[in-house]
């Protein structure tokens, strides 16, 4: 197992062993540049269901709709008099848009009821499932819910995707990818499953790093830790190139410091992704 860090960019740091170092200070990432300093709610523990990603991307795609018909409506008599028909062409264009975002939808949450694999990754979690997820925080936001709630149904619609995939790697083709804000708790329980799987961890302190980190060590799959938007960013990212599961954390400290994670459930994701029998070279 090889632990080889992001470069360390803070005064104060703690050196914790010959692995690894973390810094014990708060450094905001720049997902939180807009927090308030305020405990974050419900303790920083942002579980939910699926369900608010169904319901608000559904939503999404009806108001994006709407609003485009009320431009054309707007617009229908210059439409018209370019060509008579535009007006009626786009209406039902924009009637269609919304008919097969709505087949979509449906498609995915059969996938994700059933756990199986319904549509192919492109249109599932590596393609058009990541091009919703931000219409769907925006329009809960629309509704009053904070962002990260969203973000975390999102990321569990994702992650029951990419799970029905019967995708497995050897040791050294997996990654574990972590930021640098897990508590000292955390941090262990990483590290031991890291070294009981014979798997390579790297703290990345920024999405920028763990981009170049899977560049350079090209991992046939990888599993990461963030707080929900970092983790949508980095899904973004990393995810049409390599496949991901995504864990995200609770942050009962705020943004950015001692992040406390499920260790059973990232064992789970490494296992679910490691070949049985698999030896690291
Ligand atoms: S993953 Fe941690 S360090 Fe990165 S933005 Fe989220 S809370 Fe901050």
Redesign the pocket.
Known sequence: MSLPLAPRENTGPRDTGPLIRIETDRR??H??DEWDGEPLPNAGDFTSTGARYFLFTALGLVIVAGVLSLGVFLLAPRLAALVSWLPRALYAGLAAFVALGLIWLMLIGIAFVTGRAVLPERLAERGLLLRTVNLAWRVGELFGVQRDWTDHASVVVYDRLALARSRTVSADELLILI???LSRASLDGVLDIARRHNVSAFVATRGQLARRVIKERRPKAVVAV??E??MISGLHDVAGRVPVLGLT?Q?PNG??KD?SIDIAKLEEFVQKYLRPGSKKS
Do not use: N
Request: proline residues 12%; aromatic residues 6%; hydrophobic residues 40%.
């Open positions: 905001l990432g997902e939180w930021p640098r804000c963030a707080c938007r970092d954390m942050l943004p950015c992040a």
